[in-house]
């Protein structure tokens, strides 16, 4: 079964910038991909999604200042967040095909 793992989280300032990946352990180029975040104590919510043909969207909360790629040669999906805020606290999960990754925990904090 294909495996995601996920990295580039940590600690950052508000209004500062994370980039994360999720690096498949099979092919991506024919799935669609997703990001998804759960903060403490509130459902996991989709963040962004990126389909085969590289069409995206975005939860409103986070348009215009997250962006979603593919690199189907690496396998690789990352999400570039910018202008992060206090609320974009969680633990962020790369999922495709009903499978998710381990999470990789993001925290703004001043």
């Known amino acids: 079964q294909v495996q995601f793992v996920e990295s580039g989280g940590g600690l950052v300032q508000p209004g500062g910038s994370l980039t994360l990946s999720c690096v498949s352990s099979?092919?991506?180029?024919?799935?669609?991909m997703d990001w998804y975040r759960q903060a403490q104590g509130k459902e996991r919510e989709l963040v962004a999604v990126?389909?085969?043909?590289?069409?995206?969207d975005y939860a409103e909360s986070v348009k215009g200042r997250f962006r979603i790629s593919r690199d189907n040669s690496k396998n690789t999906v990352t999400l570039r967040m910018n202008s992060l805020k206090f609320e974009d606290t969680g633990v962020y999960y790369c999922?495709?095909?009903?499978?998710w990754g381990q999470g990789t925990q993001v925290t703004v904090s001043s």
């Open positions: 099979g092919g991506i180029r024919t799935y669609d």
């Open positions: 990126i389909n085969r043909w590289g069409s995206t």
């Open positions: 999922h495709s095909q009903g499978i």
